[in-house]
């Protein structure tokens, strides 16, 4: 069985009963939302699911250091003692369980997790993946692109990937965590859909030239991660705006990877020249406040590795910033 029903004690963190309502943290709003069973809907609410995606297959296939599997569970603990900031009667934040893979299927994980996504925005809801490696990338998309075939036939959706790499590797030895943007455009391809991707944070020295002969083919814009400073924001932020002006819908993917190694070392590919926490933080703002952001993930968050929670405490903090963007004026 893939997928599983949601679990509220992973779920769990410090509870300030003296300050009432204007104490809670987020363990103590979030709710289970079981995709196997009917739930009402309240249409009146903002509505955010986690899913968990326990998957590092692509990650070992891909020759990268596998433990991302445990970044679901750590990340609900991490998120567990965030504060609310927004109206309680107005947001819901819901457990939507987690979606495995079962004897190294990745492939079936992969359309299991592209079966719940779809199942989540068919309930009016924004969902939030945990990964797990990069590979969750082409299942997450999948449902993407079959709710998007079905609702609006005519719209387009964009990627925008906050990463150190392209993931654009041909599967010639099959799929894993390094090819699943090249996946997107073989069906963008089958199913006459334009491949819209934005890379943002690429580390040339961690990528082939091949690599880079692959995203000129497919008119794949990248800025590597030099590029990615605070003293260059207004023009990071023209250059997401001018991306997210050509497409209808956003899917953002967060790899972990993406930020120097101070920032993230529990990463399956460490990265000692990248980018830094408040740059992403500020393009997830924008993103989130675009209107057009239909999902997001969080990719290659590996526990195994990580220092007192560090990076897990930075994806936890990126979901924060998109949360509270979207749920504010």
Request: net charge negative; charged share 25%; glycine share 6%.
């Amino acid at each position: 069985m893939s997928y599983t029903s949601p679990d509220l004690r992973q779920w769990h963190g410090r509870v300030d009963i003296e300050d009432g309502s204007l104490g809670h943290r987020w363990h103590q709003v979030v709710e289970g939302l079981d995709l196997d069973a009917s739930s009402p809907l309240d249409d009146q609410s903002k509505r955010f699911a986690f899913l968990g995606f326990r998957s590092d297959e692509g990650v070992k296939r891909n020759k990268g250091r596998i433990g991302a599997v445990k970044g679901p569970e750590v990340m609900r603990k991490v998120m567990s003692s965030t504060a609310v900031h927004f109206d309680e009667a107005k947001v819901k934040l819901l457990e939507a369980g987690d979606v495995s893979c079962v004897n190294h299927d990745m492939e079936h994980a992969q359309t299991e997790l592209g079966k719940r996504v779809r199942q989540l925005l068919e309930r009016n809801t924004l969902p939030i993946v945990l990964g797990g490696g990069h590979e969750i990338s082409f299942g997450h998309y999948q449902g993407l692109h079959q709710w998007v075939k079905k609702h609006h036939p005519d719209k387009k959706l964009g990627i925008i990937n906050f990463d150190a790499h392209f993931d654009l590797r041909t599967p010639t030895e099959g799929p894993s965590s390094g090819t699943p943007f090249f996946q997107i455009a073989e069906l963008c391809k089958a199913e006459n859909t334009p491949f819209l991707y934005e890379v943002m944070g690429i580390n040339p020295a961690a990528n082939t030239r091949k690599l880079f002969q692959t995203a000129e083919e497919l008119n794949v814009h990248h800025v590597p991660y030099y590029e990615m400073h605070i003293s260059h924001i207004h023009d990071l932020a023209h250059t997401v705006h001018k991306f997210i002006n050509r497409c209808d819908f956003i899917y953002l993917t967060i790899d972990m990877d993406v930020f120097s190694a101070p920032f993230a070392p529990g990463v399956s590919a460490l990265n000692s020249c990248g980018t830094f926490p408040e740059v992403i933080s500020s393009m997830v703002r924008r993103i989130a406040k675009s209107g057009k952001l239909l999902s997001m993930d969080i990719a290659e968050l590996n526990p195994k590795f990580d220092i007192d929670d560090r990076t897990a405490k930075l994806a936890s903090h990126l979901i924060y910033e998109l949360i509270t963007a979207k749920t504010t004026d």
